[in-house]
């Protein structure tokens, strides 16, 4: 494969020729001067930013090397092209979340810094992560370039007042009888619009123009088979999308383009997300609860969501970003998120029910584990797509032609494939 140069993503992305990488950063090769640090992240969960920061004043007191301490949140939806900026210029980032489908195109570009020594530190408690949460971001060599600080199947949270009002069949009732699944998730969605009690039966979390996830494990689709291949034109991607695309426009029982649903409001039923979504319902005004994904009609495998932390080569000191990012993503800071993040550790796992029951009373130990933990050993991870950021930019927009209520769904998909498929060769 061809190796791409940071200035060929920041292109792909669309944010102006900003040439190659910058001059890269010695290793930690014996400075002994102070080091002010910055990490990025999507994330602006208060609990998480409270906890990362605690993490680097714990680090600071053995480390004092390590001066200030700054977290820098960028939009998810302009995060790639916001850090390829960063990363060019005279002053880029030490550390950060990179997005698990972009983990190739990032090393490929030369700017992930091998983390391997996290194997060999105590705090990382390396002999408990789970080997498949980090295969795709390793080589045969050891390398290590990121440390999937999230990897968990998605849950789905469900508005249960509303169900109660309506008089609809509710997810946990459904779950049941055995007939929790795709289907029958449509069924209800319309179902509860169409009672008057809520504006939108169902909500993915931010997707609005793009490829709908989750939905596409349910039909056996994959949309990029083994990183390299496109699945766009397969029966299986069509129908799964096609399904959304009905929800949509024919039972009106998901949002619009150009609409947003908002759970958190009470204005929807069901909506699919991480963990860490439980934190903006702390408030709500609603009884809720979770549930495991639903089934469709082939073997359960609920997609592996993954977020993964990477020390940046061109930092000012990638050494002291790797021991520092030890401190962010050891057990110990893990265990003080009260579930927001599910990581890849087997001890944490076993914790998880009891620790979001506590957080949150509403949602029983049963039902985290159900929802939570038990779908893990079904769940696996996407491989990463090749030329993530070029492909992403090159489909994008065609692929909004997917959600128009006349769309034709095949043909928008063939287009996309015919400019992906050549992408993925290069």
């Known amino acids: 494969m061809k190796r791409r ?4 993503l920041a292109a792909a992305a669309g944010v ?8 890269k950063a010695d290793s930690g090769s014996g400075d002994t001067g102070v080091v002010d640090m910055t990490m990025t992240t999507w994330s602006s969960d208060p609990t998480l930013l409270k906890t990362w920061n605690g993490a680097a004043d714990e680090f600071r007191k053995t480390h004092p090397r390590l001066g200030k301490f700054t977290i820098q949140q960028m939009p998810f939806d302009q995060y790639d092209a916001q850090l390829t900026i960063q990363l060019s210029g005279s002053k880029p980032p030490d550390l950060g979340f990179i997005q698990a489908q972009d983990t190739t195109a990032w090393h490929d570009a030369g700017v992930l810094y091998d983390i391997r020594s996290m194997k060999d530190d105590p705090d990382a408690a390396w002999s408990d992560v789970l080997p498949a949460s980090y295969q795709y971001t390793t080589d045969d060599s050891g390398a290590l370039w990121s440390f999937p600080t999230v990897s968990a199947a998605h849950v789905m949270y469900y508005n249960k007042t509303a169900f109660d009002k309506a008089k609809v069949d509710s997810p946990d009732e459904l779950f049941a009888k055995d007939a929790w699944t795709w289907e029958n998730l449509r069924r209800v969605s319309k179902e509860l619009v169409e009672s008057g009690v809520v504006k939108y039966g169902y909500d993915i979390q931010q997707f609005t123009t793009g ?7 349910g039909f056996g689709a994959h949309y990029w088979p083994n990183g390299d291949t496109c699945g766009l034109t397969d029966p299986k991607s069509v129908a799964a999308i096609q399904f959304i695309h009905d929800m949509r426009f024919v039972d009106n029982s998901m949002a619009h383009p150009g609409s947003t649903a908002n759970f958190p409001t009470g204005d929807t039923g069901i909506t699919v997300g991480s963990t860490s979504f439980m934190g903006q ?3 709500s005004s609603f009884d809720w609860s979770i549930m495991p994904q639903p089934k469709g009609d082939v073997p359960y495998n609920p997609g592996l969501a993954q977020a993964f932390f990477s020390v940046f080569a061109n930092g000012q000191d ?4 790797t021991e520092l990012l030890m401190a962010i993503v050891s057990a110990d800071t893990m265990n003080k998120l009260d579930g927001l993040l599910i990581g890849p550790r087997k001890a944490q796992l076993a914790e998880i029910p009891a620790v979001i029951n506590k957080a949150h009373p509403n949602v029983t130990v049963a039902d985290a584990k159900r929802a939570a933990v038990d779908p893990q050993s079904s769940a696996t991870a996407d491989p ?3 030329n993530s950021v070029q492909v992403n930019t090159v489909i994008k927009p065609i692929i909004e032609g997917l959600w128009t209520a006349d769309a034709d769904i095949a043909k928008v998909l063939a287009a996309a494939s015919a400019a992906a498929t050549p992408l993925l060769k290069a």
């Open 16 to 23: 102006g020729a900003l040439g190659a990488c910058a001059k």
């Open 281 to 283: 319902l702390s408030d």
């Open 384 to 386: 990463p797509l090749v």
């Open 318 to 321: 990638p050494k002291l970003a």
């Open 211 to 217: 490829l709908p996830g989750y939905i596409d494990r």
């Open 5 to 8: 140069t940071l200035g060929a």
